[in-house]
């Protein structure tokens, strides 16, 4: 039973082993993995599967990177605590080993690793034209990338794996990489994208990863990393790529226009049918007992997770153009208002309940902007270049020119620059550990708590905060090891406080 259950927690589709391993004929049912990967149409169709689980992965994403930040809360519920010991822990700083979301999201990142190493080894095996190979390759190789990238910022030194394993007990092995050894596999995984990535394709593969995105994504691996030279250089080939900003910033966010002159790489969903391929953000976002008046239909109940703090209304500057179209600050049900805030970023009309039509941006250009201002400030301190890219973004907004800021100064402007610009598109929480120690980001988050408790953003119908919300520690810059996967696997050892 113990080897089953790492099977299934590690590496949930390592079933997709020949059956001849095991039996002598082969199920009828099931497509044998030696018999697939043999032609383009089959390996592109392994590729859609990779890019599928990218959904997977997005659908909470905002749980990891946004909600338990200074950017979001919760629609606090007396009646309704279901997520008391679930998602309500992120944004209390509650979240232990026993979390059900953390299990979830090492077992959801980790099933989609397999599935991308899985292919890239068929892909090597198969008699499809080199040319078609490589840009496959460099697909597989920047998921990949994205995907130990965010595991190591959520968890520091995980589990490093590269290839698929062919028993049970090769599971058993399995013991943490290093944090540097994981950003080392990140980097040349991103660098093999770059040189094998189109920097466009047809329109009918919109949506594919590019070298823009690559690069982008690369970028930000070297920002992260405090290798700001390195950063600059790479964001600056994004610059001649094409990529230019929307003249609303409405746009980037408008399922009308998907994939538009700003977008970088954003995470495909198709809503108004029954294919499966839908998202349901504003769902997920808006107040708890709006009915319908947030998403248009009564029938659904949504979740009132994401939103947004009394802290980050306050950040937006007067006459910001963004904030109206990111936010709004209540709802009207039955003729009376109700100031809960919500996320209206990803709010429009859809046809089907619960089925909406919304892409997730992952990198947009003004991100890309924002990193080389940054980047800039760093090494050189607040150079001409650096100010134009930071004021490219603000003009956008409708905001006056930032000018005659000195190195410290400009730092925190640009922070600011990206907290609003990207407000609730899962970049805060990253944002804040790289630009952070543990002891600093602990002394941050402690003091926007303070503020919190002191004046909610949501009324808590008189239920006093628990003793232990909102107190947060150095060791939980990093999120616990999942305690399942330590049950089944005694080499993998515990993160330092949990």
């Known amino acids: 039973m113990k080897k089953i259950a790492i099977l299934a927690i590690l590496f949930s589709c390592l079933t997709q082993l020949s059956c001849k391993d095991f039996l002598v004929t082969t199920d009828p049912t099931r497509v044998e993995g030696g018999l697939f990967f043999k032609n383009q149409t ?3 169709q392994a590729l859609n599967g990779v890019y599928g689980q990218l959904q997977t992965i997005t659908n909470t ?3 990891f990177k946004e909600f338990n930040s200074d950017n979001t809360t919760l629609d606090f519920n007396p009646l309704d605590r279901g997520g008391a010991a679930g998602w309500e822990a992120f944004e209390f700083s509650t979240v232990n080993p026993g979390n059900g979301e953390i299990s979830t999201l090492w077992n959801n990142y980790y099933s989609a690793i397999f599935n991308a190493n899985n292919t890239l080894e068929k892909l090597e095996a198969s008699p499809v034209d080199e040319a078609d190979k490589k840009v496959i390759r460099g697909q597989l190789k920047f998921i990949r990338a994205f995907y130990y990238f965010d595991l190591a910022q959520y968890f520091g030194d ?14 058993f092995e399995l013991v943490k990489s290093p944090q540097a050894a994981v950003f080392t596999q990140v980097e040349a995984d991103l660098k093999d994208a770059v040189d094998a990535l189109p920097a466009t394709y047809p329109a009918a593969q919109a949506g594919r990863v590019t070298k823009g995105a690559a690069l982008s994504l690369l970028g930000k691996y070297y920002l992260t990393r405090k290798q700001y030279a390195e950063a600059v250089s790479t ?3 994004v610059l001649p790529l094409g990529y230019s900003l929307n003249a609303n910033y ?7 226009k998907k994939n538009g002159k700003e977008s970088v790489f954003e995470i495909q969903y198709q809503g108004g049918n029954d ?3 839908w998202s349901n953000f504003t769902y997920l976002f808006a107040p708890r007992l709006s009915k319908g008046a947030v998403t248009g239909y009564a029938n659904v109940n949504p979740s009132g997770r994401n939103i947004p703090t009394n802290d980050i209304i306050a950040a937006y ?3 910001d153009l963004r904030k109206d179209l990111s936010l709004k600050p209540g709802y009207t ?9 919500y996320v209206s970023k990803f709010n429009h009309p859809h046809t089907i309940s619960g089925r909406t039509n919304n892409n997730w941006p992952i990198l947009r250009y003004a991100d890309v902007l924002l990193m080389l201002a940054e980047a800039i400030n760093e090494q050189s301190g607040p150079t001409g270049e650096a100010f134009d890219y930071l004021n490219q973004v603000r003009a956008r907004a409708g905001l006056a020119p930032k000018t005659g800021l000195d190195k410290t100064a400009f730092r925190t402007a640009v922070l600011q620059e990206r907290r609003i610009e990207l407000a609730f598109e899962n970049h805060r929480w990253f944002d804040l550990k790289r630009t952070k120690t543990p002891a600093e980001l602990a002394q941050f988050m402690n003091a926007y708590a303070t503020k919190e408790k002191q004046n909610p953003t949501v009324n808590r119908g008189g239920i006093a905060f628990n003793v232990l919300d909102y107190v947060y520690e150095d060791f939980e810059y990093y999120f616990p090891i999942p305690a399942p996967q330590i049950l089944i696997n005694s080499k993998l050892t515990q993160n330092t406080g949990y």
């Open 235 to 237: 964001l600056k080939q």
């Open 158 to 171: 995980i589990v490093l794996v590269t290839n698929t394993l062919k028993t049970p007990d090769e599971a």
């Open 61 to 63: 994403a905002y749980l």
């Open 250 to 256: 409405a746009d980037n966010f408008d399922p009308q």
């Open 275 to 277: 294919l499966g391929e």
């Open 333 to 341: 049900l039955d003729g009376k208002f109700f100031p809960i805030p």
């Open 42 to 44: 089959q390996l592109q």
């Open 317 to 319: 500057e007067t006459g």
